[in-house]
T-cell receptor, first 112, second 116 residues
């Protein structure tokens, strides 16, 4: 079945540091790939998505490129802020009723 | 437009008690989903619905039942709660039919359930 493997956390960075959170997936067919962010006590918010190979999703300075050859969708940001502290989830959605498969989440803490 | 709402926000149950969680969406979405989130883990699909009057099992359906009598509401029931069902429950919906994988899922704020 489908699966998503995320870089284990937690990740602690200083403000303005470069961020990479690795995500690889296994799926049949042509899934769409997503990054969600969850702030403490809240639900998941869509951060960005890519729906086909070589697409780049971007939002709020975050980027991720859909790499079919390496089955990856790594999240990057050039300069993190304290307000980026949250849990980040990589997910894929396949064609079977649009069900999502999530990674285990990576907790990011950014220190001033 | 309230999006996806969930009630209640918090609940504490004793083992063996029953309860129903309500998810409501005002976006006329076809597909709705119930997930649970446990510490250090991603979301796992419990049940889902592809339209009014339909339900289907997800990855971890045991101990739960669901109903979708109205398009805008998706109910999750626990008939006899167990401590293993202590979790945060999230509801989600997507706008289009056919399970288009490009659709964005919209999530509710979650219900934190503790079973003692």
């Amino acid at each position: 079945g489908d699966s998503v493997t995320q870089m284990e956390g937690p990740v602690t960075l200083s403000e303005e540091a470069f961020l990479t959170i690795n995500c690889t997936y296994t799926a049949t067919g042509y899934p769409s790939l997503f990054w969600y962010v969850q702030y403490p006590g809240e639900g998941l918010q869509l951060l960005l998505k890519a729906t086909k190979a070589d697409d780049k999703g971007s939002n709020k300075g975050f980027e991720a490129t859909y790499r079919k050859e390496t089955t990856s969708f790594h999240l990057e940001k050039g300069s993190v802020q304290v307000s980026d502290s949250a849990v980040y989830f990589c997910a894929l959605r396949g064609t079977n009723a649009g069900k999502s498969t999530f990674g285990d989440g990576t907790t990011l803490t950014v220190k001033p | 437009n309230a999006g996806v709402t969930q009630t209640p926000k918090f609940r504490v149950l004793k083992t063996g008690q029953s309860m129903t969680l309500l998810c409501a969406q005002d976006m006329n979405h076809e597909y709705m989903y119930w997930y649970r989130q446990d510490p250090g883990m991603g979301l796992r699909l419990i049940h889902y619905s592809v339209g009014e009057g339909t339900t289907a099992k997800g990855e971890v359906p045991d101990g739960y039942n669901v109903s979708r009598l109205k398009k805008q509401n998706f109910l999750l029931g626990l008939e006899s709660a167990a401590p293993s069902q202590t979790s945060v429950y999230f509801c989600a919906s997507t706008p289009y039919g056919r399970g288009d994988p490009t659709d964005t899922q919209y999530f509710g704020p979650g219900t934190r359930l503790t079973v003692l």
